[in-house]
């Protein structure tokens, strides 16, 4: 039961962060996010998944993993175009 | 060492969420924020504190719950406005 618990929390609080991420992607553009912003949480996330793996605790682990992805996604579209590299999508 | 991994986490991720709520304050407006985003976090932070109970962990259960205090403030902001009443700051 706990376990269930932690999945539809880590479930919910991960899905949360999709819409942002397929903004992103469709406009191309990350600058809703600044880089204190994304550095900061990202090194957040990845406490929490040192801290799930140190506690031996997969829920924590994959949630955290899965939004690290999430966030990198927001990095890798910030970096590309503020270093001026168009995102090509699969259409062009 | 675990729980300084964990409050590190912690505090990052929920700090993450001020600069969001501190504008939402200082526009008096949570537009940025849909019902739907605003009702799946809030459940899902709540999970993530029922889910520190349930383990025992206060590293996971004060986060989420700072974060959910957090939470409530941008949903009583979109209260209030979006029923019309005006958010009277300090100063008026």
Known sequence: MITVIGS???L???ACW???VLRCLQRRSAR???WVYLV???LGVLAWVLYGIAREDPVIITTNAITLVLISV???VKL???LGKPLVSASE
Request: aromatic share 4%; charged share 15%.
């Open 8 to 10: 539809l929390a880590g």
């Open 12 to 14: 919910l609080t991960t």
């Open 18 to 20: 999709l819409p942002q």
């Open 32 to 34: 809703d996010f600044s």
């Open 40 to 42: 900061a949480l990202g």
């Open 74 to 76: 927001l990095v890798s």
């Open 80 to 82: 590309r175009t503020e």
